[in-house]
């Protein structure tokens, strides 16, 4: 059974880095068919898809366009996990944040992680 | 972005009722259609891959249809158990992006 298990502070200050990692249990981040994503949700926006990084022969990453200078995907192949970076948060990013697993391509979302629920303020 | 808008925003149904919701794309986005349900302080549960093929162990009573611009998800007949707040996701364009929910309640 497929588990995503989030941690990451609760509380980040306006300007700095929100950074949360996902440990992925009963599937690898490097298996050649999934894609492993995060999201987010609050009142103002719902459901925000963040980006996905996954291995096709080498790595990809993929943004959405409006966080694509303040946001990083990675994988960490030797811990089986993949982790989030959003740089220069203010608190319009507030939010509770997701992991989830693509199983393969076309498919969406099938697995999600508990959700943690961030705070920008200073 | 492919904008996703879903209706109505809030419908009170009771058990047995038949229910339907509405997903339409600004854009084509093929069969490229997921489903979910949130309920309150969890994540998202995925019900539909595909416009219409349902995930393993989602009750038969869940159904999807539709392509192009617009998507249908029915209950047959609704349980007590579907409460929640339902989601549809478009993954064809490379920035995936979801409707702004339907919640269900039960009369």
């Known amino acids: 059974q497929v588990q995503l298990q989030q941690s990451g502070p609760g509380l980040v200050k306006p300007s700095q880095t929100l950074s949360l990692t996902c440990a992925i249990s009963?599937?690898?981040?490097?298996?050649?068919?999934?894609?492993w994503n995060w999201i987010r949700q609050s009142p103002s926006r719902g459901l925000e898809w963040l980006g996905r990084?996954?291995?096709?022969?080498?790595?990809?990453?993929e943004y959405t366009v409006s966080l694509k200078s303040r946001i990083t995907i990675s994988p960490d192949t030797s811990k089986n996990q993949f982790s989030l970076q959003l740089n220069s948060v203010t608190p319009e990013d507030t939010a509770v944040y997701f992991c989830?697993?693509?199983?393969?391509?076309?498919?969406?979302?099938?697995?999600w992680g508990q959700g943690t629920t961030v705070t920008v303020s200073s | 972005d492919i904008q996703m808008t879903q209706s109505p925003s809030t419908l009170s149904a009771s058990v047995g009722d038949r229910v339907t919701i509405t997903c339409r794309a600004s854009?084509?986005?093929?069969?490229?259609l997921a489903w979910y349900q949130q309920k309150p302080g969890k994540a998202p549960k995925f019900l539909i891959y595909?416009?219409?093929s349902l995930e393993s162990g989602v009750p038969s009573r869940f159904s999807g249809s539709g392509y192009g611009t617009e998507f249908t998800l029915t209950i047959s007949s609704l349980q007590p158990d579907d409460f929640g707040t339902y989601y549809c996701?478009?993954?064809?364009?490379?920035?995936?992006?979801f409707g702004q929910g339907t919640k269900v309640e039960i009369k």
């Open positions: 996701q478009q993954y064809n364009s490379f920035s995936w992006t």
């Open positions: 009963g599937d690898s981040v490097s298996r050649n068919s999934a894609a």
């Open positions: 990084t996954y291995y096709r022969s080498k790595w990809f990453n």
């Open positions: 854009q084509s986005i093929s069969s490229w």
């Open positions: 989830a697993r693509g199983r393969a391509d076309y498919y969406g979302m099938d697995v």
């Open positions: 595909k416009a219409s």
